[in-house]
């Protein structure tokens, strides 16, 4: 009975590889360098940028191989910055719009360049500011957060929910600065909303690109290490590019990048 042994043969197939998963690369091109705190760039087109300071627009000309300052329009504000202050730069039909906290500025290139401000807090997307903090709200979240992307938001305690209040698995090394961008390896309209996040880590700067799935977030990309902390980051007017605003903590300037994301296999 016990020396009794019987040896079964079953057929069994090798299975399939699983394909490699697509990577993101992230490429990194300095705009601007200043002493003073940038908080967002717009690029017109290719001869002509503005850039967002705490108090005033400046816009700036290709002058040969550098930019050049063509103007400045001082902004006039009903009250002052929070601290560590922030804002917002869209391009609009006949100019552009500059939301900071507590006011939102009307701007335009012709016939002089100026911008006119008013209080109050002008939406964009689904975000607004609160007046006299750097923190944003929205209709479809009742807590502040720092900045949203692709559904998801980082919150002022600390943690990254999407509108439901779930909290997103994997993102416990995101930072404040978040931004919802287009999948570069899926073409066309079927793109995927992918998020590029900095750094929660006081030890090191960077950014890196995640996928959400399924309240899953997983990284995409290599991390691209950054020169100081991220002090602002914002879609741009391209779906696959991100503008960056980094501290350097080596020169002491603030510097203005773009980020374009590309397909890596």
Same mark, same amino acid.
Not at 14 to 33: D, E
Not at 53 to 68: F, M, N
Not at 143 to 154: C, R
Not at 241 to 255: K, S
């Given at each position: 009975m016990g020396d009794n042994r019987q040896i079964a043969m079953l057929p069994w197939n090798l299975p399939a590889s699983v394909p490699a998963k697509s990577r993101v690369a992230i490429t990194r091109k300095v705009l601007w360098t200043q002493?003073?705190?940038?908080?967002?760039?717009?690029? #017109?087109?290719?001869?002509?940028e503005l850039v967002l300071s705490a108090d005033q627009l400046v816009s700036y000309g290709v002058d040969g191989d550098k930019w050049s300052p063509a103007a400045t329009a001082s902004l006039l504000l009903p009250r002052p910055v929070p601290r560590d202050p922030r804002g917002r730069l869209s391009a609009t039909a006949d100019g552009f719009r500059a939301y900071l906290p507590g006011a939102t500025c009307e701007g335009s290139f012709q016939p002089q360049f100026k911008a006119v401000c008013v209080p109050g807090n002008t939406n964009w997307a689904e975000a607004r500011w609160v007046t006299?903090?750097?923190?944003?709200?929205?209709?479809?979240?009742? $807590?502040? !957060?720092?900045?949203?992307?692709?559904? !998801? !938001?980082?919150? $002022?305690?600390?943690?990254?929910?999407?509108?439901?209040?779930r909290l997103l698995a994997g993102s416990e090394s995101w930072g404040s600065d978040i931004?919802?961008?287009?999948?570069?390896? #899926?073409?066309?309209?079927?793109?995927? $909303?992918? #998020?590029? $996040?900095s750094s929660a880590s006081v030890e090191r700067d960077e950014v890196r690109v995640f996928e959400t799935a399924s309240g899953q977030a997983s990284p995409i990309s290599d991390a691209v290490p950054l020169p100081g902390p991220v002090t602002a980051l914002w879609p741009s007017g391209s779906e696959r590019e991100a503008t960056l605003v #980094?501290?350097?903590?080596?020169?002491?300037e603030y510097e203005a990048s773009r980020l374009v994301l590309a397909c890596s296999q």
């Amino acid at each position: 009975m016990g020396d009794n042994r019987q040896i079964a043969m079953l057929p069994w197939n090798l299975p399939a590889s699983v394909p490699a998963k697509s990577r993101v690369a992230i490429t990194r091109k300095v705009l601007w360098t200043q002493p003073g705190p940038i908080l967002d760039i717009l690029l #017109v087109n290719p001869d002509s940028e503005l850039v967002l300071s705490a108090d005033q627009l400046v816009s700036y000309g290709v002058d040969g191989d550098k930019w050049s300052p063509a103007a400045t329009a001082s902004l006039l504000l009903p009250r002052p910055v929070p601290r560590d202050p922030r804002g917002r730069l869209s391009a609009t039909a006949d100019g552009f719009r500059a939301y900071l906290p507590g006011a939102t500025c009307e701007g335009s290139f012709q016939p002089q360049f100026k911008a006119v401000c008013v209080p109050g807090n002008t939406n964009w997307a689904e975000a607004r500011w609160v007046t006299d903090r750097n923190w944003l709200e929205s209709d479809s979240i009742k $807590a502040p !957060f720092y900045s949203t992307g692709a559904g !998801f !938001f980082a919150m $002022a305690d600390g943690h990254i929910q999407d509108r439901a209040g779930r909290l997103l698995a994997g993102s416990e090394s995101w930072g404040s600065d978040i931004a919802g961008l287009a999948d570069p390896c #899926v073409p066309g309209a079927t793109a995927a $909303a992918i #998020v590029i $996040a900095s750094s929660a880590s006081v030890e090191r700067d960077e950014v890196r690109v995640f996928e959400t799935a399924s309240g899953q977030a997983s990284p995409i990309s290599d991390a691209v290490p950054l020169p100081g902390p991220v002090t602002a980051l914002w879609p741009s007017g391209s779906e696959r590019e991100a503008t960056l605003v #980094v501290h350097n903590l080596q020169t002491g300037e603030y510097e203005a990048s773009r980020l374009v994301l590309a397909c890596s296999q």
